[in-house]
């Protein structure tokens, strides 16, 4: 288990590093964080969807798109209601309550303690296809511009994230493979999504800025949302819809994976709470591998 989080403890270090030596300049986190989301993260989402079959399975990913539902709503709920945050900011904090890491650190904690990845597959698709778009609608919105339908339809050819993952999901609707000239190079820019994410992470633990009064409690707040109420909902959600114990397995680990560093990435991209996703980001990877563990070991 210790082994899945050592490369992402090691990359946001190494990106600590280098801000704290002044190695890549002043303005490097929020140089990598653009290049992350403009470049490399449309690259990754594509390369992944061309590769992956689009399937459900079942009431095991309802539950997990229930739990999904009710946290993020209860994040949004908790920075909108209860520490005054503006509609952009507490999107940013719902998505840090209820938004797993299911690439890099998903991928190796499941095969750890599933075998498999078999269920995070539509996770994973689940978060690109349904939730990222609309959480990037409304971080749209949070830009002051007005909402037209016009504008809505055309997010996809303005927005690179959400334009990679449609093109990733049509392909694999199509059920086309890309040629080698088109897939070679956009994985080869994909692959750098991960640890350029976290080592933009890394760097934006050295810039310094005020924040705003009960940051740190809010942070702790969306952290427990994360680790504590998205896996326990999970797990009465699949209670009700009777899974087998396998099943139930599966989707409590995925529901209790850390906040994705791409809170952080979006937070940082629109101006909208990115302390608030990074320090989220860095409490919740830090503390499940206790919650993960523990999981691990009542359920499997």
Known sequence: MIAAFVPIWALTLLGFMAGRFRLLGAEADRVLGGFVFH??????????????????????????????????????ALSR?????????????????GYVNSANLGIPVTLQVLGDATFLTGVLLFQVLIITPLVLVVLDRGTGHKVRPARLASLPLRNPVILGLA?????????????????GPLSLLGNAAVPAALVALGLSLTVRGPGPAGERTEVVALSALKLLAQPLLAYVFGLMMRLHPAELLALVVCAALPTAQNAYIFAREYGQADSVARGTVIAGTALSMLTLASIGWLLG
Do not use: D, N, Q
């Open 81 to 97: 209601l209860v520490f005054g945050r503006k509609p952009g900011e507490a999107t940013i904090g719902a998505m840090s309550a």
């Open 39 to 76: 470049l490399a993260m449309p690259a990754a989402l594509f390369s992944v969807l061309t590769r992956t079959r689009l399937s459900f399975s079942g009431l095991a990913l309802g539950a997990f798109a229930a739990s999904t539902v009710v946290t993020m709503a209860l994040g949004f």
């Open 167 to 183: 093109a990733g999901a049509l392909c694999s609707a199509l059920g086309w493979h890309p040629p080698p000239v088109i897939v």
